[in-house]
């Protein structure tokens, strides 16, 4: 037993060292003075930082990523939530459908996505191509297999269907019974795809890139036009980029034991 | 019935119109005029886009390999620790499964690029050869690859070795077979279906990769993907019927390895219900 | 005229017949229940009745004098027990209990009293500040009982609503669902598998059989004359013999009847070389030989073969019968009262 315990804990052990490598080498890049001549960096500085956190140009590339963020996924709530609930409790016959649209976007990369997006509102009746409105639209079907797969799965744990119908028969009417029974209960499956679907929004560079890149700099784009200026300022926004993710995982983590808890009691 | 509207019409406008308008776009031809096979032929008999399809094929095949085989490894020693240590590592697994795209191109520029950490460490150290791995060749993107397949893969695959019950074990051991034997025979048909199915998803999650590549060799390297995607948006014209083509094509591949991967999970489900 | 009255009921999900134009009617404060194996139908039944699954036109469902049939739900006044119970996870105890009369607009002021009351006849004082998950079983079965209960609907509707629960804890959950309902003297539906149960709580007991009613009696009268060979051996632990068997078994028979259900307990085990004591006016004695024994408790099963066929029969577990083991020949008398005929 005892040598086989040390194979697993040294070959992890190098794996996370591998993974973990380029997110080291990028922090430490971004606190150093200078690093290309010798293995250290040659002196620690929080400078670029200062420098990042004091360019406009990143404040307002980060204003619009969460802007259109926020955007796309309030639209994906508001949208799927009723979505998600009817289908399930009233029309469950379509429930095959709902599923079938809802997961085409995971075998679809963007770029195959943006295809038909740019050559269908680049001319024609509406034009959209360049604006925001797009890349929100675009958004919006990114995110469904995760809205739908976290607020469909929190609905199968509390049984909707069930509290629905013991709901209906107390006297509650549709609506009642959905913001007074369902809504409480799957609140937290709503916050996990939201956030989830924020750092997949958060990281999105294909889609920005090609349909708005030359009129709207979000942080990636701004991220990839830096990347040939100063490697040091780039890394402290990559760093910057991953705490905000780090901490979004991380809550997204907690949330769904606690919600898991509860389910399996 | 009137709350679905919203989902009809914006999954309508902005997931299935475009694709609908793309593959009819794939049909006609160059500049809008007529309709034939036209675009197809050209992506399938031009030297040039046949490179870039088995670029993005080839690479992506050996960055799955890779990732799966050396995943298949890490995540049995996963099962193997503690309750609290496999939640620890599986959370690290996921959160460098989040590090890809320009982000993960900008950190191998800096520990593998020309004047990059570890080519400096390693000239210093005096191994040439490594030192003179170029990131912008066809290797040095399978390295990049790699790196956003291993933690993907790991959490895709751990699920699949839990379904491998520990009284398996000790039953085979019982009567009488070896670890090598139960794993012959019984571990291995197990969580192979899981296997393929995760591979096909790497597979997949490489041919579609696009932000990497092109932050790491912009439109220099012949990859499907950045050909789609300058063929829409890029400097030279744009020319979106080979590009329906192209993307049609790129869409068939991976629908099929999705395909192959939701098959296969079916049987993983059937077996360890 | 009966207080639910249930006309030609039927249902069809695709091909399958799940009803079959049932009817059915029911007294004021009476307990029925619906018996039958998975899939006869029984659930669609009550379903239909609290307005969760739609009846197919012709069908008519009646409680007291209004006509339910077409009626949502929530205007139905009835209160019904999921198997699963449906407590809703984010109310506590007595947040699931209040919610009926929340919804339908009666003020605390006036519930409070008949919430605490309720709370007290399920017997769950003490736990109305504690959410369903921190309940066991048992106790969730009791909180959704109180909540249908507390809204006093004019029939309370129970879908297995025991069968999650663990041996034990049935057992004294039968005897207080019966308690209940018969001090609130509520009608009720109770819908089971399980003919114990069913021979247990109700009034009246309604076997199902492939969307069929197929036999109405007391439990009494199910359990002593089964109307079928279905019921015989759904019921109990019938010997269900054919005519032909019968006739091989005993000789010539005058009974009329194409089938005949003979219950284990009572048939009598007598030794043989005790011919005299074996022969009865009324009935048949029949050579046979012990095959297997099974304890079961208060009774043994053996099993005991003649020549032609097999028969179970129950014996009490006393030292007086301990002579009989496996292999003893012996004498299986059968009164002729006891065999029930069947169609």
Known sequence: ?265 | MLSLLPFAFLVLCFELLPLLVMVLESFRGDGGVGWGLEQYTKALTSKYYLQGLSNSFFISLCASAVGIVVALFAAYSITRFSQRMRDFLLMLSNMTSNFSGVPLAFAYIIILGSNGLFTLLFKQLGWTTLASIDLFSWFGLVCVYVYFQIPLAILLLYPTYYGIHQQWRESAALLGASTVQFWRYIGLPVILPGVVGTFSILFANAMGAYATAYALVGGNYNLIAIRIGSLVAGDVAARPELAGALAVILAITMVTAMLINEWMMRRVRRELG | MSYVQIDRLSKRFKETTVLNQVSLSIEKGELITLLGPSGCGKSTLLRCIAGLTEVEDGGKIVVGDTNITQLAPKAREVGMVFQSYALFPNMNVYGNICFGLKMKGVKKEEYKERVERIIDLVDLRGRENSYPHQLSGGQQQRVALARSLVVEPKILLLDEPLSALDAKIRKSLQTEIRRIQQELSITTVFVTHDQEEALTVSDRIFVMDHGNIVQIGTPKEIYAHPASEFVARFIGNYNVLKRAEMVQLVGEIVMAGDAFAIRPEVISLVPRGNEASAQSKNGWSVESVVRSMTLKGNVIRYEVETNHQKMQVDVLNTSDNHWIRVGTPVFMRIPAEECIPLQ
């Open chain 1, 1 to 265: 037993m005892k040598p086989n315990k040390v194979f697993h804990a040294s070959l992890i052990t190098i794996v996370m060292i591998y993974l973990f490598i380029p997110l080291v080498a990028t922090f430490l890049y971004s606190i150093s003075t200078d690093w290309y001549r010798t293995i250290l960096p040659e002196g620690y500085t929080l400078s670029w930082y200062k420098e990042l956190f004091t360019d406009p140009r990143f404040l307002d590339a980060m204003q619009r990523t969460l802007f259109v963020c926020f955007l796309a996924i309030c639209i994906s709530v508001t949208v799927m939530v009723p979505t998600i609930f009817i289908v399930t409790v009233y029309f469950s016959r379509w429930e095959r459908t709902l599923q079938g649209l809802v997961m085409l976007p995971y075998a679809i990369p963007g770029v195959v996505a943006a295809v038909g997006l740019i050559k269908l509102y680049s001319s024609g009746p509406i034009v959209l191509s360049g604006s925001i409105w797009i890349l929100i639209g675009a958004y919006f079907v990114i995110v469904l297999p995760y809205m739908y797969q976290g607020i469909r799965n929190s609905m199968r744990t509390i049984d909707a269907i069930k509290l629905v119908e013991a709901a209906e028969l107390l006297g509650a009417s549709r609506m009642q019974a959905f913001w007074k029974v369902i809504f409480p209960n799957i609140l937290t499956g709503i916050i996990v795809s939201t956030l989830l679907s924020f750092s997949t929004l958060f990281g999105e560079f294909v889609l920005a890139n090609l349909l708005v890149g030359g009129h709207y700099e979000t942080m990636q784009i701004y991220l990839i036009r830096r990347m040939s200026e100063s490697g040091h300022l780039t890394s402290a926004i990559v760093v910057t980029y991953f705490i905000l993710l780090f901490a979004l995982s991380g809550i997204v983590m907690r949330l769904g034991k606690s919600s898991s808890k509860e389910g399996s009691r």
